[in-house]
C-alpha cells in the first residue's frame, strides 16, 4: 500500500483545501494519508534555521510511515525538499518557497520527481526556477501565495480544480503508486 504525507504551511493546515483535495487524489488511488500538524508554532519562514526546524518535525512521521511515501507539501512544508531529495521522494509541492535558497538548492538535488504549483502573484515564486527545476509545473497566472486570484471568489475555486487536475495527471505520468 502507498502512503503520502501531507505537510503543511504556516497558514495552511493539513485540512485547507489545497492540501485536503491533493491528499485526496492520491487517497482515491489507494493510499493512506498521514497528515502532519505542526507540534509547535511555526518560526517564520526566513528564520534562520527553518529547514532544520521542519525536519525536526517531519522526519519522525516519515520514519514511522517508512518505504518511499509521496510528499505534499505548502509553503513553509516545502523546506521538507531536502528530506525528499536524501529519501529520493517523489513529491507536490504547492506553492513552494522558491526564493530561499536552501528550497531550490533542494530541489535542484532532487532524483525523484516533482509537482511544483505557483502562482504569478505570490512574491514567493520564480517561474523560471521553477521551470529549471522540474518539467512538471503548473503556474497560475494572477495567482498569489493562497492561489487566490482576482475576481469573484468562483476564479479561485476554478483554480483549485486546476491544482487537482495537475495533480492526477502528474501522479499519472509518474506511474504512482506503482
Not at 105 to 122: E, I, Q
Not at 157 to 170: D, H, K, W
Amino acid at each position: 500500500m502507498a502512503d503520502v504525507v501531507v505537510i503543511p504551511g504556516r497558514a495552511f493546515g493539513p485540512g485547507a483545501p489545497l492540501l485536503m483535495y491533493a491528499g485526496d487524489v492520491a487517497e482515491t488511488r489507494g493510499a493512506t494519508v498521514h497528515r502532519h500538524s505542526w507540534f509547535q508554532e511555526p518560526p517564520s519562514p526566513d528564520e534562520p534555521g527553518i529547514e532544520g526546524w521542519v525536519r525536526g518535525e517531519v522526519t519522525p512521521l516519515l520514519d514511522t510511515v517508512g518505504g518511499r511515501p509521496l510528499l505534499i507539501a505548502k509553503s513553509l512544508g516545502t523546506n521538507a525538499a531536502s528530506i525528499a531529495a536524501e529519501r529520493s521522494l517523489p513529491a507536490v509541492w504547492l506553492t513552494p518557497i522558491l526564493t530561499l535558497p536552501g528550497v531550490a538548492d533542494a530541489l535542484g538535488r532532487a532524483t525523484a520527481p516533482c509537482l511544483l504549483v505557483g502562482g504569478t502573484a505570490d512574491k514567493l515564486w520564480d517561474g523560471d526556477i521553477a521551470r529549471r527545476l522540474s518539467s512538471h509545473v503548473l503556474e497560475v497566472a494572477g495567482a498569489d501565495h493562497g492561489m487566490y486570484v482576482p475576481g469573484p471568489l468562483t476564479e479561485s475555486i476554478a483554480v483549485l480544480s486546476r491544482v487537482v487536475v495537475a495533480v492526477e495527471g502528474f501522479l499519472d505520468e509518474i506511474g504512482w503508486p506503482s
